[in-house]
């Protein structure tokens, strides 16, 4: 074994005071302790690497982030690696400010073919590759399985119909007093779209043409109708989720109820497991996971959540960059999320390898998913935000002023199409 003396030395020999330091600056919206689990990797690369010096300098607001890195690019003095969101992806790759990845990938030891396929093309554009994915997560239901043995019920399985799934929220919705309030709900209808993406494609429907550039044709169509009367329906003619409205000024409510025991059928991504996994290994919190209901002879459809390490063009620091990105997404990078329980690994072998070892126990049914999973819009067309803030407007006016599903699908794709055509 190396004596700490020797290593110093050795470090010294290898690294002297007249030795330049090459500094890389990383940064992220990444929170503290998800810093702290690149470290490892950091290091690692570091010593692989005498003579350079990462900097992490994290963002701790994402909306902030972005702006902080556009600038940076746009003066000349980016970050040498940055995490790209997929939400961003549209709006950096048509800047033209990402190095193409692909060609650096195998002199860094990275095989693209080791990522799973429609998680790498999230960053893909053609042949090119803008990112290396570090992780990612599909959109299920996570469902209490208490509630379901205290219910009598069967737990649901995959490509389960949406009768199924009214039957069972149904089941699970009650007033344990009799007092003639709900106290238990068999599930929650959330405002924000990412919790009803996959619902709309699971019942044939989309947001947008397959082009991206209209959504009249689309949201307005038979199927994504048919898809928004069904998920209004849970509130207004099932009763089996409270008003969201009731929620609109307190965000988190719809987890706290599940937590708790009150909510049976919750729409989420794995980031939730970190919240709850001192309540799952204390047996307090006992959970599965099941794919979203489909409508009756559609396919199950998900959308991918997904960040990847990038690298800007004007990197004053090509190589050393891109080694870095690559080594930020690489195995033992993964590995340590794995164990974090932040998200699924980006690469197949790294999942299937910790899988068996999950004592959440949930994650080998999320990567049943995986197969269902698309790039979210948020991922293909520039103006989603924009396009993103006038969706949950359409369960409002349901929901909340009465108007029929029809015509406010009509009256929103009009404000989309005048969104996307700017």
């Not at 004596?3 to 002297?16: D, E």
């Not at 997929?86 to 860094?108: C, K």
Request: net charge negative; charged share 20%.
């Amino acid at each position: 074994m190396k004596s700490p003396l020797v290593g110093m030395l050795l470090a010294l020999c290898a690294c002297g005071p007249d030795t330049p330091v090459t500094v890389l600056r990383m940064t992220s919206w990444q929170t503290p302790a998800e810093n702290a689990l690149d470290l490892p990797a950091i290091r690692a690369f570091e010593e692989a690497h005498p003579g350079v010096r990462v900097e992490n300098e994290p963002v701790a607001n994402q909306a902030e982030y972005r702006e902080k890195v556009i600038t940076s690019i746009a003066s000349g003095a980016p970050p040498d690696v940055f995490l790209l969101d997929n939400i961003d992806v549209p709006a950096f790759v048509d800047a033209s400010v990402l190095l193409d990845l692909r060609p650096f990938a195998p002199r860094v030891g990275v095989s693209l073919d080791d990522y799973y396929p429609n998680v790498l093309e999230i960053f893909s554009r053609g042949p090119a590759v803008y990112a290396f994915p570090k992780g990612f997560s599909p959109v299920v239901y996570y469902y209490n399985r208490a509630l379901f043995e205290a219910a009598g019920i069967p737990e649901p399985t995959d490509g389960w119909s949406w009768e199924e799934f009214i039957t069972t929220a149904r089941a699970l919705t009650r007033d344990l007093d009799g007092d003639g309030v709900t106290d238990q709900w068999g599930t929650a209808v959330m405002r924000p779209f990412y919790a009803w993406q996959a619902l709309i494609w699971s019942g044939g429907g989309d947001i947008l043409d397959a082009s991206g550039q209209r959504a009249s044709g689309a949201l307005d169509s038979p199927k994504s109708i048919a898809s928004l009367e069904f998920l209004t329906s849970l509130v207004l003619t099932h009763r089996v989720a409270p008003r969201p409205n009731a929620f609109r000024a307190v965000t988190g409510n719809e987890s706290r109820l599940f937590y708790s025991g009150r909510l049976a059928l919750l729409p989420s991504g794995h980031w939730l497991i970190p919240n709850i996994r001192p309540q799952l290994a204390a047996g307090r919190l006992r959970l599965g996971v099941v794919s979203v209901p489909k409508a009756p002879g559609a396919t199950v459809g998900t959308p991918l959540f997904a960040s990847g390490w990038s690298v800007p063009r004007n990197t004053t620091h090509r190589k050393l960059a891109v080694a870095l990105a690559a080594a930020l997404a690489g195995p033992d990078a993964q590995r340590e999320r794995l164990e974090a329980g932040l998200e699924l690994s980006a690469m197949p072998s790294v999942q299937d390898a910790w899988t068996p070892n999950d004592s959440s126990g949930l994650d080998a049914a999320f990567v049943r998913q995986v197969a269902s999973g698309r790039a979210p819009w948020g991922a293909r067309i520039a103006r989603f935000r924009e396009v993103e803030a006038q969706l949950p407007d359409i369960l409002d006016q349901v929901i909340i002023h009465g108007r029929s599903v029809g015509e406010v699908a009509r009256d929103v794709a009009r404000r989309l199409d005048a969104v996307l055509a700017r």
